[in-house]
C-alpha cells in the first residue's frame, strides 16, 4: 500500500526575509524528499508550494512553524494546491 501525496501552499508570516528561511526550507525540503518551490514575497513573507508523501509535508509544515535560527514565525496559513504536473526537485524562486 503507498503512501498517499500531499500538495499545499503555504504562507508564512513574521520575521522571515533576511534569516536564511529560503534556502534551509530548501534543505528541510529535499532531506524529506519533497518537491515544489520557495520565495519571498513583497510583503515580507514567505511562500512555498510542498508535494510529496502526506508524512513528509506534514513533517514540513512542523518546521515550517519555526524555521531556521533567527526567524521568528507569527502565523502559518496553508491551503490545499490544485493538482499539477508534479516536479522534479524543490527550488528557491
Same mark, same amino acid.
Given at each position: 500500500m503507498s503512501t498517499p501525496e500531499k500538495r499545499v501552499r503555504v504562507v508564512i508570516k513574521g520575521w522571515v526575509q533576511g534569516v536564511g528561511f529560503r534556502v534551509n526550507c530548501q534543505h528541510e525540503a529535499q532531506r524529506l524528499g519533497l518537491t515544489g518551490w520557495v520565495r519571498n514575497r513583497s510583503d515580507g513573507s514567505v511562500e512555498a508550494l510542498f508535494e510529496g508523501a502526506a508524512p513528509a509535508v506534514d513533517e514540513m509544515l512542523r518546521?515550517? #512553524?519555526?524555521?531556521?535560527?533567527?526567524? #521568528?514565525? *507569527? *502565523?502559518i496559513k496553508v491551503a490545499d494546491a490544485a493538482e499539477g504536473a508534479p516536479g522534479r526537485s524543490f527550488n528557491i524562486r
Open positions: 518546521w515550517c #512553524e519555526h524555521g531556521p535560527t533567527g526567524a #521568528e514565525v *507569527s *502565523s
